[in-house]
């Protein structure tokens, strides 16, 4: 493909960079940064020690404090439907809010049960490591996080109903916006 039909075929139509950075980026990752800094704190080292434990000899979790296997339980699950939902979307991900010529509304894999699922994901693990520690200061900032993230699928979704209009509409009263079944 030569460079100008690659350029083409990305190009940009819609986007919410500026908001997306002071809005999300910024915020998000001072706190999930405050965050790591109570789990770290508080014993997140010996996470990646429990996960390797786990996979050599699985009935080690029967010796885990139940706070551990909430946490990692959490933690793995999460990281696992943040990976489904951005492998579903494959070429439609971005690490930013925008729409590119030939964007596509993805409605299927993943995406029939919630609009959401890789902020779902992102929650789940970022609640799973204070858990996991057993770190109230870090569990606090995890909650902080929560309006973050609800503030970037708002203006995600701001650009889909700009872009989709009523193939978007139709799809927000049929699926969930980011637990499924239930919000």
């Given at each position: ?107 299927y894999g993943i995406y029939r049960f919630t ?46 109903t700009e872009e989709f209009q009523e193939t ?5 009263k049929t699926t969930k916006k980011l637990i499924?079944?239930?919000?």
């Amino acid at each position: 493909m030569t460079k100008t039909g690659f350029l083409k075929k990305h190009r940009i139509v819609r986007n919410a960079i500026k908001e997306d950075i002071f809005q999300f980026a910024i915020p998000g990752m001072a706190v999930f940064f405050i965050e790591l800094l109570f789990c770290v704190s508080d014993g997140l080292s010996g996470l990646w020690g429990t996960i390797w434990d786990l996979a050599r000899q699985p009935q080690t979790i029967s010796t885990l404090p139940l706070h551990n296997i909430i946490g990692l339980g959490l933690f793995i699950l999460g990281l696992t439907i943040m990976t489904v939902g951005q492998i579903t979307l494959f070429r439609n991900y971005s690490g930013t809010v925008i729409i590119r010529e030939g964007h596509q509304l993805v409605t299927y894999g993943i995406y029939r049960f919630t609009r959401n699922p890789m902020y779902l994901g992102l929650i789940m693990v970022v609640t799973g490591l204070p858990v996991y520690t057993a770190s109230l200061y870090g569990f606090w900032a995890s909650l902080v996080l929560i309006p973050i993230i609800l503030n970037r699928i708002r203006l995600e979704e701001k650009l889909l109903t700009e872009e989709f209009q009523e193939t978007f509409q139709k799809y927000k009263k049929t699926t969930k916006k980011l637990i499924p079944f239930i919000y």
